[in-house]
């Protein structure tokens, strides 16, 4: 199965300032992808660029095996688009949009936008610069979904969204990703969300991956360890893989990424502890990874 | 793509290009509506419905002229619409269209009012040229510094102007205005089609009135920032939404002055044109307008700022009310003066004492008048508005523009001097004055039940 996306190296800087640095990844048809990252930690930047929006300072973004700023409208029509703040025209309707796009997709699923424009609730003919944030926000979403894109990209897609539209639109992934050809790569600061459709993460930290993998394997191998000692701890310890450290007299807490029953037993003889292992919810996650 | 694909999609762009707003599409209806039975009655020789019709139908072309660049640029810079399709080249190819034809229909009224005889190809040429020129400004400068379009008329202005005195309309010209024209094309082809947008530009035509102060306030507060230092008071600086400091206040007045003879510039190189007397009137026009902008300005902030006051001061009420004003005619005051020191000296030692010291003394005072009602007019809009800032710009001009009728009425600002004849001017300010201390007891009356609001738009 080819990629859709593929990058290799990839950096980004602007004026001096690194916000991508040397980033590897591919993307398969059927993942969905959940691209996670403090304020600031280049999220946007990395979909931008991966959308050909920019050109990478080096190394290189591919879709489809094309270079990404040098595509043409037959590839853009495979992709589904999504910005963090809507870039739609505040004079037109969201029919008019509908109609406007209509007219660009030659593939367009007419009974997917009514039923979607019937259960979201979006309105039709109030010009978009009058509607709030989050109808503007399901518009878009909409408009992005209507051509049933091979690969969809969703900057905070749920940003602006109430609750409910929020279930309805993890639906809408939901049976998405269901289409074992179609791939999806979204940005959120909801970490549930992650946990509900999403089968994939990539974790960013300061423009670098600080996790990409299984979603599963991440629940697995990080693990918060408590330790009780008869004697103290020292001030510092140094493990590989360990990502975070409490220690308080004869009790450490310990975060370890890569976690194994064998760190186990070599913490117990090394010791002569209590242990204590715990697995995290990927908020914790993500929070233990993102001190 | 089959050809009815196509022509789908030219259409629907046209639609967006054209009629963007509803606003416009009421007018080409209501323009239509006029030009038809226009048309129909002309056949039976009543011409004035048609020539009506062609007056707005002239009117919502140049309209549409105006909207057609935003509407590229907001197209073309759009991240959601690049992934739609490539639209430099049907953007472009329509811009063209729709300029060839608006010069076409130009040429065609203005060859057909006949003022001069002149022939229909040198007025075609040269309104191609005018207006190609601007639509590749507007599309151009507007790319790089959106605020900076505004300036585009005025730059065509001074060409026109600079451009009064040659033989225009000659038939010798023609050719230099046709390769003009396809110059200015290819350049604005070739930077389109390379053009990479860098963010969204939105076109500020199409906004909501609502959107539109949204942004102009975020402007505004973009280049008071520039002029920002130490503050000197909380309370003040709160009101003002900008540093109350000395060191601030040099910097703001020092751009205000810097602005205000520029303008001032622009109005001599214009009154140069035209009778000295019409000069005068020009200049204590400007001065007027200038004053009341300022307070405009001034009361604007203090309106969005003033429920601010009540959690962030140690004022009641009723203080509240004494200390806005005291800042207000404090600010309006220490914003005018300045001002009005360059231009008496500018006025005796440039102009040759164009403006009179009574009537320029007289403007300033009504000026100040002006600003003085229109400060607690607005006032009286928060209380009884909920502090609606839509109702504020429309209560205020028209209540402006009613005592602007009356100063024409009365021949105030552009009648007799004042030093010789003032029963009129007497009259007017007098009344203007006690409508301002009428005002002022009204707001005080009510003020001490006033309810502070975050502003809405």
């Known amino acids: ?291 | 793509m089959n050809a009815q694909g196509i022509l789908n999609q030219y259409w629907h762009l046209i639609l967006v290009m054209l009629l963007p707003a509803r606003y416009v599409k009421w007018l080409g209806v209501f323009t239509l509506a006029v030009l038809i039975p226009g048309a129909i009655l002309n056949f039976f020789g009543y011409s004035i419905v048609l020539h009506l019709g062609s007056a707005f139908s002239l009117l919502l072309i140049m309209m549409v002229g105006m909207l057609v660049p935003g509407q590229m640029l907001a197209l073309r810079s759009s991240k959601q619409f690049q992934y739609m399709a490539d639209l430099r080249y049907p953007l472009f190819f329509i811009a063209l269209g729709f300029w060839s034809l608006e010069s076409f229909w130009l040429s065609i009224t203005l060859t057909l009012l006949n003022p001069k005889e002149f022939s229909f190809y040198s007025i075609f040429a040269l309104t191609t040229m005018a207006l190609t020129c601007a639509a590749v400004l507007f599309a151009v400068v507007g790319s790089y510094i959106q605020t900076a379009q505004g300036f585009v008329p005025l730059f065509v202005w001074i060409l026109f102007l600079s451009a009064k005195n040659t033989d225009l309309l000659s038939v010798a010209n023609i050719g230099i205005y046709w390769l003009v024209t396809a110059l200015l094309w290819l350049g604005m082809f070739v930077w389109w089609v390379r053009w990479q947008p860098q963010k969204y530009l939105i076109n500020f035509m199409t906004l909501p009135a609502a959107e539109m102060q949204r942004q102009q306030a975020n402007n505004v507060q973009a280049i008071t920032n520039v002029f920002s230092a130490v503050p000197k008071t909380l309370a003040g600086s709160l009101l003002a939404g900008v540093s109350d400091g000395i060191q601030a206040w040099c910097k703001r007045e020092l751009g205000q002055l810097v602005f205000f003879l520029l303008l001032l510039m622009f109005m001599l190189y214009w009154a140069r044109q035209i009778p000295a007397n019409a000069a005068s009137m020009m200049v204590s026009i400007y001065v007027f307008i200038y004053i009341c902008i300022r307070g405009g300005i001034i009361f604007q902030s203090f309106f969005r700022n003033l429920y601010r006051l009540w959690i962030n001061s140690s004022y009641s009420r009723l203080e509240i009310l004494t200390y806005i004003e005291r800042r207000y005619f404090f600010m309006l005051v220490s914003s005018i003066v300045p001002v009005a020191l360059v231009f008496v000296l500018i006025n005796h030692y440039l102009l040759n004492d164009l403006l009179g010291l009574i009537k320029g003394a007289y403007v300033l005072f009504i000026g100040f008048l002006f600003s003085s009602l229109a400060f607690y007019v607005g006032l009286l809009v928060y209380i009884k508005s909920a502090a609606s800032f839509v109702l504020l710009n429309w209560i205020i001009p028209i209540v402006n523009l009613g005592l602007i009728g009356i100063m024409v009425y009365l021949n105030i600002l552009w009648g007799p001097n004042p030093a010789h004849e003032h029963a009129s001017y007497l009259w007017f300010s007098g009344a203007l004055l006690m409508l301002t201390l009428l005002g002022r007891v009204w707001v005080k009356s009510i003020w001490k039940s006033v309810n502070f609001y975050g502003v809405k738009n």
């Open chain 1, 1 to 291: 199965m080819s990629a859709c996306v593929s990058l290799k190296n990839l950096q980004r800087q602007f004026s001096r300032v690194t916000v991508l640095q040397g980033i590897n990844a591919e993307v398969l048809p059927g993942q969905v992808i959940a691209l996670l990252g403090k304020n600031g930690a280049g999220k946007t930047t990395l979909l931008e660029t991966i959308l050909g929006f920019g050109f990478p300072s080096a190394g290189e973004a591919r879709l489809w095996q094309l270079d990404a700023t040098q595509i043409a409208n037959e590839t853009k029509q495979r992709i589904g688009f999504v910005p963090q703040q809507d870039e739609l025209l505040p004079s037109l309707t969201g029919g008019d949009h509908l109609k406007l796009f209509k007219s660009f997709r030659p593939r367009w699923n007419q009974s997917l936008v009514d039923k979607l424009v019937a259960e979201w609730l979006i309105p039709m003919t109030i010009p978009t610069g009058k509607m709030s944030v989050g109808q503007r926000q399901k518009l878009s979403i909409l408009l992005a979904l209507a051509h049933e894109p091979e690969l969809l990209i969703l900057d905070e897609p749920v940003a602006s969204l109430d609750p409910i539209a929020r279930r309805q639109f993890l639906q809408q992934l939901v049976d998405i990703a269901a289409d074992e050809n179609r791939a999806v790569i979204f940005s959120t600061h909801i970490v549930s969300d992650v946990e509900r459709v999403a089968n994939q993460v990539w974790m960013l930290r300061e423009g670098a991956f600080a996790y990409q993998g299984g979603l599963d394997e991440l629940k697995e191998s990080v693990a918060r360890v408590t330790l009780l000692a008869a004697e103290k701890f020292p001030e510092k310890l140094d493990f590989p893989d360990l990502i975070n450290q409490k220690i308080q007299a004869n009790s450490a807490q310990l975060t370890f990424i890569n976690w194994s029953a064998a760190r186990e037993q070599q913490l117990t003889n090394q010791f002569a502890a209590q242990i204590d292992v715990q697995y995290l919810s990927l908020e914790d996650i993500f929070l233990e990874m993102n001190p």
